[in-house]
Each structure stands twice: as C-alpha cells, then as structure tokens.
C-alpha cells in the first residue's frame, strides 16, 4: 500500500489559509468603513476598544487626514457637558 500524496491536504489548507486571510481583509474594511462614517460608533469604540480606535486615527493621519480626533473629543466633551 502506497502512501497518500499530501497534494490535496496541502490544497485544502492553502484554501483555509486564503479564506482566513480574505475575511481578516474584509473585516478589517468593514470595522475601518464603520469607523470612518460614525462618530458615535467610534465612541464606542474608545470605551471598548481604545486602542483600536488608535490605530484608527493613526492610519488617517498617516494618510495626511488630521482633526477627526480632535472633532470626536469636543463632540464628547459637548455631550457629557
């Protein structure tokens, strides 16, 4: 009896591997788009998860988009006021 060939093993996982990937790619579009239209999603999201909501304001200051962090803390500081 011969030994099966990892061929399809390999492919199957190749499969799982890209899918992982693919939905990492879309939740990430999802979470960024979710973000970038809400400000009252990404005030959840500084109570939950700052520090994604870092990574956020981060990456559109790298892209030269600067205020959207200071427009979210006076909306803040205006709502518990």
Do not use: C, T
């Not at 890209?18 to 970038?36: I, T």
């Amino acid at each position: 009896m011969s030994p099966r060939p990892l061929e399809p093993l390999a492919r199957r996982l190749m499969k799982g591997v890209v899918m992982v990937e693919l939905l990492g790619v879309f939740g990430a579009y999802f979470l960024f788009h979710r973000m970038n239209n809400s400000q009252e999603f990404r005030s959840s999201m500084n109570s939950r998860f700052p520090s994604v909501l870092e990574v956020y304001y981060q990456s559109n200051e790298w892209a030269g988009i600067y205020g959207i962090r200071e427009r979210d803390q006076e909306a803040w500081a205006a709502k518990r006021d």
